[in-house]
């Protein structure tokens, strides 16, 4: 059996630069996707946790007539506590006016988003800007 000069020689420098190339795209990729998820459902937490104190504060409201605050929402809180931001940080909630409250929370790199999603209801304003950093916090006004 006559064995070739081609298959004797192997893969080239060519072909193997090739499938790293290809490899480091998938890579590349993979970890764009995994980021940007992972900030959406980041971004998704966040809005479910004001939407809770929001539903919370609604529940005082029915219940005492008068705004809630941070103790007295505390009772229709799950745990008991106002969570923390799902891109870290404590959430805090102060009275605004007699009508209205201040919640203020992380919103991390999703603010932009998460301001956008927040003026589509008509209770909640945001009241501070989005700055160019990693850990934003954003005033949210609920007025009841």
Do not use: D, W
């Not at 490899?23 to 959406?40: D, F, K, W």
């Not at 929001?54 to 929402?73: H, M, N, R, W, Y």
């Not at 008991?80 to 007699?98: E, K, Q, Y």
């Amino acid at each position: 059996m006559k064995k070739t000069l081609h298959s004797i020689l192997g893969v080239t420098l060519l072909e193997i630069m090739l499938v790293l190339a290809i490899a480091s795209m998938v890579i590349l990729m993979s970890i764009r996707y995994y980021q940007s998820a992972s900030t959406n459902q980041k971004i998704n937490a966040t809005i479910n946790t004001i939407t809770g104190i929001v539903a919370a504060g609604e529940s005082v409201l029915g219940a005492t007539g008068a705004v809630p605050t941070s103790t007295t929402i505390l009772p229709y809180l799950p745990g008991g506590a106002l969570p923390n931001s799902p891109f870290g940080g404590p959430v805090t909630m102060t009275p605004a006016t007699a009508t209205s409250y201040n919640i203020v929370i992380n919103t991390g790199a999703g603010c932009q988003q998460i301001k956008t999603l927040i003026q589509q209801n008509n209770k909640l304003t945001t009241a501070s800007p989005c700055a160019a950093k990693a850990e934003n916090a954003l005033t949210i006004l609920v007025n009841e």
